[in-house]
């Protein structure tokens, strides 16, 4: 693969489609999945596929802040992951379902 | 094409590959189980990018914490794939051109830029040493904003899953 080539040897642009296809994969699951666990877990994909992006940015600068900033990035995944899965338990318990298309009232 | 590349192709198709199982299963457990699998694989492509430190802290926090977590919250409400929300064949098909599409467009647009090549970039950046200097003194704020960050989701994960008391009216 032609390109900028990075330290290992590899191309920035390999990192680059390879982020934004695993981006697209998770973009996928959440339209096409209807388990609102799954749809969380292809969050997680997507903010994977940004970490990815940020690294191979990082080696090509050869600079650490982008690493720092996927550090950060982990911090907020785990803190939305906690507080989802604590919503979706509430519903769960509300509905019996975790069923996304069940979730389209309000009240009852 | 050389070794290194060859190792870096083969670790991004298993990445992609456990990332489409992700989405394709239709067991949420088996689900689960290859986000983990997608997890090592990009804690793999971390190590590749001289990023150790990076991909330890992967493993840690994404497959030893929240995949926990999410198999945990699995298990607890008791979901099988008889209960699997089903979706419609008509969606199936949008869903995947609406993504390809995306695809197709992102890479389009960054097939195509062009990138300086930057002599003498530093390997080390990814080490303990490093990123422990940067983290502790120029980036030390966010650092300890994030604990309330944490502190804030916790509290908020404890009262959301608390049982509510009856109101008696």
Known sequence: ?108 | MSTIELIAIILGGLTIGSALMVVLSTHPVRSVLYLIVTFFMISANYIMLNAQFLAIVNILVYAGAIMVLFLFVLMLLNLSKDNEPKTSLLMKIGATIAGGSLLVVLIGALKDASFVTIEQADNTVGLVENLGNLLFNKYVLPFEVSSILFISAMVGAVLLSKKEKQVID
């Open chain 1, 1 to 108: 693969m032609e390109g900028v080539i990075l330290n290992n040897g590899v191309s920035l642009q390999f990192y680059i489609i390879l982020a934004t296809i695993i981006f697209s994969i998770g973009v996928l699951g959440v339209v096409i999945r209807r388990n609102a666990i799954i749809i969380l877990m292809c969050v997680e994909l997507m903010l994977n596929a940004v970490n990815i992006l940020m690294v191979a940015f990082s080696a090509y600068h050869g600079k650490g802040d982008a690493q720092i900033f996927v550090f950060f990035i982990m911090v907020v995944a785990a803190a939305e992951a906690a507080v989802g899965l604590s919503i979706l338990v509430l519903l769960f318990r509300n509905r019996k379902t975790v069923d996304v298309g069940m979730f389209n009232k309000l009240k009852n």
